[in-house]
């Protein structure tokens, strides 16, 4: 671990290198260093993809977002690993938590997804909290009632899922389409946070479903 | 920084206590580097003192053109400093965490 920390200490950040986005003006392309294609999206794009999809999915459309947030987790995690392993010469999981926690915020500053935070204050009893702030979903749904951004829960998911190696669920428990500052979620095995669902219904702040989950049941 | 975040980021998921049990104590037990002691013989001087003699030898050279090669050379010594010193805290974090887990 201690070779390779300070072998990361001395590199520099992955997606502030000045050649990450390759734009091909013939093509019309946008492509980071591995050759993954880059698709920019408007807001409008966004709004009016989420209008479509709530017109044709109806009831189902946050299940529909969050299997989608899902699929994309999981080839992002893969393309995530492949790509800072290429370019610090350590494999990811040895690499310490706080450096790839900070790569996976630039990766999500980089690619326009928000501010990206994860909370292990809880990591003990098995959960964790993560925070987006500036996130599309939220920013493009106006105001709500519940939740908009399932598509980041399904991708929390996923990549998170895939480090513990075991099927973790990720919930939204506040967004800024509710009058929140900023998008919370929490993640852990799903049959344990089988009361969240109801208790975010219930508009329940984040941080007493955290505390309702971490104490023993009386 | 939470002393979690200096673990592998493979075992920090890993090893979370998903199902409800505590994690392991043994990793658990990571050392804060600020209460941990020092240890002086851990403090890498001689690789300093080395690039310190480098400067010193280029400024004894007669021509204008060491100017440059001395604050070079300072800039580099310095900052080799400052690593060492880093590196001294880490040691003494693993070595202070092999102690704890024993």
Not at chain 1, 25 to 34: A, D, F
Request: glycine letters at 8%; proline letters at 6%; a neutral charge.
């Amino acid at each position: 671990m201690t070779s390779a920390t300070s072998y990361v200490r001395l590199m520099n950040g992955y997606y502030s290198r000045s050649d990450y986005f390759t734009a091909d003006l013939e093509k019309g392309t946008i492509r980071t260093p591995v050759g993954t294609r880059i698709c920019s999206l408007t807001d409008d794009f966004l709004r009016g993809f989420r209008s479509a999809v709530q017109f044709e999915c109806g009831k189902a459309t946050d299940r529909v977002f969050k299997s989608c947030g899902k699929r994309w987790g999981a080839t992002f995690v893969d393309r995530f690993d492949r790509e800072l392993t290429e370019h610090f010469g350590v494999p990811l999981q040895d690499m310490s938590a706080g450096i790839v926690e900070r790569c996976l915020d630039e990766a999500f500053r980089f690619h326009g997804w928000g501010k990206l935070t994860i909370d292990l204050k809880d990591y003990d009893s098995g959960f964790i909290t993560v925070e987006t702030r500036d996130s599309p979903m939220p920013a493009v749904s106006g105001s709500s009632d519940k939740p908009s951004d399932p598509l980041f829960a399904g991708f929390f998911a996923a990549v998170f899922g895939h480090y513990a190696k075991t099927e973790l669920e990720c919930i939204q428990t506040e967004c800024p389409s509710r009058g929140n500052e900023a998008s919370k979620f929490v993640v852990g095995l799903a049959d344990r946070l089988g009361n969240v669902p109801a208790w975010v219904k219930d508009k329940i702040p984040h941080a007493t479903i955290l505390r309702r989950l971490t104490t023993p049941a009386e | 920084m939470n002393p979690l975040r200096r673990r592998p980021w493979g075992t920090l998921w890993a090893k979370a206590g998903w199902d409800g049990t505590k994690p392991e104590m043994e990793t658990l037990r990571i050392p804060n580097t600020t209460a941990a002691p020092l240890p002086q013989s851990s403090i890498a001087r001689p690789r300093s003192l080395r690039m310190g003699a480098f400067g010193r030898l280029l400024v004894g050279v007669p021509w204008s053109g060491a100017v440059l090669p001395v604050s070079v050379a300072s800039t580099v010594n310095f900052d080799l400093t400052a690593q060492a010193h880093e590196d001294s805290a880490n040691l003494s974090a693993a070595d202070t965490l092999q102690e704890t887990t024993r």
